[in-house]
């Protein structure tokens, strides 16, 4: 059992330290850059411990240029301009940018994204336990727009499901902004290659490889682990996000599949069933039982996931959630997938 130590300033004192490679797969992202590498260069960790690997994916704007502007005062900073990929979207530049990794641990994030100062220090301590993938929480930052609040909410319930999942030990899915696993086992997996069905899913389905070869797969459920980013900005961007990665649940598992479906199909029953009063009051019942279940459920657990909802919000933004699974349902049916 590896003991962690906590100091009054939060700092993980540890008696060694893993190396990581932190790879990052980016497109269009100058905006973004600046406030990931200033996270990533806060890190609690010892600096000849961990390397910084951004790949851009032959960006339209100066990503590159200004990634190598912000690599002269970092000395385990890289950066790469892909040309010639083996796998096509962002699983071609992650491909590329994992093969350049000096170190025995990879850990996987977006260019949006921000790191908490103590993220190596807590996946240290786990791998140390023997896992080959691991996984954390991964919220969005909250706002007042109603877009935030259902990009948030939608977060949330997912991570609720995901995570219980992984604890009865039945892992489907994870996010790609706060993943890590062994390179050697990621190898073993023959890296993305047979996640080739959708450009989507350098997460999910990687995980579900490993899941078909019985690796060990850890989560992370520590604040301190966690990794915040910032959410769409309106409905289209939004939509067309939801579409892709509802697109990567299509090839699941079996087993995942239909406990996912399953689970989905009998909480839009339990929504729906108001629709049904006249019919019989008892389907009144049912509705007031879901809606009920729900709130408790999410504000007993919300904290855990770094955020708050209050009541109604959690009432409204509930009839949302289920109401846009069938729309990301469709939007995965029909619309093109584009690395973006």
Not at 85 to 104: C, D, Q, S, V, Y
Not at 243 to 263: C, V
Request: glycine share 4%; net charge positive; aromatic share 16%.
């Amino acid at each position: 059992m590896i003991t962690i130590r906590i100091k009054p300033n939060q700092k993980y004192l540890r008696d060694s330290y893993l190396s990581f490679s932190i790879v990052i797969a980016a497109k269009n992202e100058e905006t973004n850059l600046p406030g990931l590498i200033n996270s990533l260069n806060n890190l609690i960790y010892p600096k000849e411990k961990f390397e910084i690997i951004l790949v851009d994916d032959n960006s339209n704007d100066n990503t590159f240029t200004l990634a190598n502007e912000l690599k002269k005062d970092i000395d385990n900073f890289n950066a790469y301009k892909i040309s010639d990929k083996k796998l096509p979207g962002k699983k071609g530049a992650l491909t590329f940018g994992i093969g350049r990794a000096n170190n025995p641990y990879i850990m996987i994030t977006d260019a949006d994204c921000r790191p908490g100062p103590n993220w190596l220090n807590i996946y240290s301590g786990y791998f140390e336990k023997g896992v080959d993938f691991l996984f954390g929480i991964s919220p969005f930052i909250q706002n007042n727009t109603l877009i935030n609040k259902i990009s948030c909410f939608e977060n949330l319930r997912n991570s609720i499901l995901t995570f219980t999942a992984a604890k009865l030990g039945i892992p489907y899915s994870a996010s790609a902004r706060n993943f890590g696993f062994k390179k050697t086992s990621f190898e073993k997996l023959n890296g993305y290659a047979n996640t080739a069905e959708t450009l989507s899913g350098d997460d999910d389905l990687l995980l579900r490889e490993a899941v078909k070869n019985r690796f060990k797969i850890g989560i992370i459920i520590n604040k301190d682990a966690l990794v915040l980013s910032s959410a769409k900005n309106n409905f289209r961007e939004y939509l067309i996000q939801k579409s892709r990665h509802t697109k990567t649940s299509i090839h699941y598992l079996l087993k995942h599949k239909i406990l996912l479906g399953s689970w989905h199909i009998l909480n839009l029953f339990f929504l729906f069933s108001i629709v049904l009063y006249f019919v019989n009051s008892f389907f009144l019942w049912l509705f007031v039982l879901k809606i009920l279940t729900d709130i408790t459920l999410v504000l007993f657990t919300q904290k855990t996931f770094n955020y708050k909802f209050n009541i109604f919000e959690i009432f409204y933004l509930q009839v949302f959630y289920e109401i846009f699974l069938i729309i990301n349902f469709y939007g995965a049916l029909f619309r093109k997938d584009k690395w973006s």
